[in-house]
């Protein structure tokens, strides 16, 4: 059985929905972050050197990185569910955007985060970090208009993935009316059973809106 060691607030909902939307079994250790400095607790680095979420124990393997866990997941439990068939356009596709999450997306939403804190000392890299968050997500908006999904026309894993940064981008007020598919996207996929049921095992998930 799968042991997933889960962040609340974090990126590791994606695992615990992933496992969901696969219907398998798995075990949550849930740990709660600092509630004045928002850091993870010093025990993830008992699991993992880098202290941070997600991380999975599996047959006697531990691994860390949300978009490793994702891939290794679905190809070792998938059962070629979530992921369109290896060699294919489509799966070009899904490898793309499944690690342009982490990648390209939530690098300038981290900069914004930790920039924003600066105050005014943050001012005169603030336009060209807003402009490339922009530039992220019309690239996202445009893709999406050619098919529902990430993965093509099916839901996958890859949609799983990229929920987090567009939350995340949502969160900041950063999609709105400008992108109506990013906006129905993330209302489809949080109305999702699988999504649902991995708040009930993982606990309250306040990037959603």
Not at 67 to 72: D, K, P, Q, S
Not at 94 to 109: I, K, N
Not at 124 to 132: E, F, N, T, V
Not at 147 to 174: H, K, V, Y
């Amino acid at each position: 059985m799968i042991t997933v060691h889960h962040l609340n607030n974090s990126r590791s909902h994606r695992v615990l929905w992933l496992l969901e939307e696969l219907m398998l079994e798995y075990r949550v250790v849930t740990y709660t972050r600092d509630p004045a400095t928002l850091a993870a607790p010093a025990e993830l680095q008992r699991i993992h050197p880098l202290g941070k979420a997600p991380v999975i124990e599996d047959e006697g393997m531990v691994l860390a990185e949300s978009g490793a866990i994702l891939e290794y997941i679905v190809g070792r439990h998938g059962g070629g569910r979530l992921a369109p068939a290896a060699g294919t356009p489509e799966h070009v596709r899904y490898l793309s955007w499944l690690h342009f999450a982490e990648g390209s997306a939530m690098p300038p939403l981290l900069l914004k985060i930790y920039a924003s804190r600066l105050g005014d000392a943050a001012r005169p890299i603030m336009g060209r970090i807003d402009g490339q968050i922009a530039r992220m997500l019309d690239h996202v908006e445009e893709e999406l208009d050619d098919t529902p999904w990430f993965s093509g026309e099916s839901f996958g894993a890859a949609d799983i993935q990229m929920s987090f940064p567009l939350e995340a981008a949502q969160a900041r007020g950063a999609v709105g009316e400008n992108r109506p598919r990013i906006e129905r996207f993330l209302q489809r996929i949080h109305r999702r059973p699988a999504f649902l049921r991995a708040i009930e095992r993982g606990g309250p998930y306040e990037l959603m809106r």
